[in-house]
């Protein structure tokens, strides 16, 4: 009789497998290659965008998408040639710090958080103004 004994996951696994499954960032990343409006699918999710001219990212007004909830956030991952700028819908802003809206470079990450009505705050790896 042959017994097969499984070995059980470290806790440190454990914890990393939980982070993943609660905040969406260890599943595969949903692919775009055109332009992209965020929405309640992309919350808690990584998204690549991928395109060899600029693209947009636009972030829209509630009126257009109310179910993205205050809190909400995500990431977006720059994977073509061409630049992702990132764009407020109209009647939407996007808060930025000393960055401008376009990403810095390939492979580049930027994170988003919605922080109030209509408003989101937009950090990462972004050009200096």
Known sequence: MST??????????????????????????TAYTAAHTIDETDIGKTIT?????????????DSANDRIPIGASG???QLGAGL????????TTLRLGNATAK?????GVVRWEKISANTYSISGDLALS
């Open 4 to 29: 097969t004994y499984r070995q059980s996951k470290s806790f440190d696994q454990q914890l990393d497998d939980a982070v993943k499954q609660s905040s969406g960032f260890g599943a595969v990343p």
């Open 49 to 61: 965008i991928s395109n060899a001219s600029g693209v947009a990212c636009t972030y829209p007004q």
């Open 75 to 77: 990431r977006v991952i």
């Open 84 to 91: 992702v700028t990132h764009t407020a819908g109209s009647g």
């Open 103 to 107: 990403q810095l470079q390939r492979y």
